[in-house]
């Protein structure tokens, strides 16, 4: 049976280093990935008192990101909890108007 490989393999620069990613989206994806991190780590680094080690820069970019991500979670949450709110309601309000 013949497989179909659809991976990218992307060659990539994070905080000075070079990767070779191999993943299944776009090769533009994965590099703007890439970058992000890339840039999160130089924030990190940036805002350090003083120089930090390599993996201590990365944990913190890490913990960053990952505080994006549950940010955007819960303001999804939320913004899907108002619109089934808002769809009970109009629900609502047209079984009335159809009743009377």
Not at 52 to 60: D, F, H, P, R, S
Not at 79 to 89: H, M, P
């Amino acid at each position: 049976m013949d497989t179909i490989d659809n991976n990218s393999t992307v060659q990539v620069t994070i905080y000075g280093k070079s990767y070779t990613i191999k993943g299944k989206a776009d090769s533009s994806y994965i590099s703007g990935v890439a970058n992000y991190v890339d840039m999160k780590m130089r924030e990190v680094e940036e805002g350090a008192n003083a120089a930090q080690e390599e993996g201590k820069v990365a944990i913190l970019a890490g913990m960053n990101i990952t505080d994006e991500l549950f940010s955007a979670r819960q303001e999804k949450d939320k913004i899907e909890s108002r619109i089934e709110e808002r769809v009970q309601a109009l629900t609502e309000l047209i079984d009335e108007t159809l009743s009377t």
